[in-house]
Nanobody, 129 residues
Framework: QVQLVESGGGLVQAGGSLRLSCAASGRTFSNYHMGWFRQAPGKEREFVGAIRWSGGSTYYADSVKGRFTISRDNAKNTVYLQMNSLKPEDTAVYYC??????????????????????WGQGTQVTVSS
């Protein structure tokens, strides 16, 4: 079992930046692939980005590519989402998720919600225009 707790959300003006954190506890963090998803009111939860368990590969949705950066610190059991050049359409609840699929986590799986085994409670990000 893995517990995930997101933090760092808040209200920011368009063009601003935020850094979200997701702290994990319960199992060996470095064994897990980590993803970020978001859900805006009335919309489905969508993929934002992900990072492989080794940190060697990252994946991003087209809508955030070039603006958001995912990183992880396995010594601190934490994954980060640095969000720059924020837009009002980035407003959503942001969730981190963990996958224990190990070596059978292929690149096409990272955007799939079903590939993740554990989810945090989410943190609200609001971008004002």
């Amino acid at each position: 079992q893995v517990q995930l707790v997101e933090s760092g959300g808040g209200l920011v003006q368009a063009g601003g930046s935020l850094r979200l954190s997701c702290a994990a506890s319960g199992r060996t963090f470095s064994n897990y692939h980590m993803g970020w998803f978001r859900q805006a009111p009335g919309k489905e939860r969508e993929f934002v980005g992900a990072i492989r368990w080794s940190g060697g590969s990252t994946y991003y949705a087209d809508s955030v590519k070039g603006r958001f950066t995912i990183s992880r610190d396995n010594a601190k059991n934490t994954v980060y989402l640095q969000m720059n050049s924020l837009k009002p359409e980035d407003t959503a609840v942001y969730y981190c998720a963990a996958s224990n699929r190990g070596s059978v986590m292929y690149s096409y799986m990272y955007p799939e919600r079903g590939a993740y085994d554990y989810w945090g409670q989410g943190t609200q990000v609001t971008v004002s225009s």
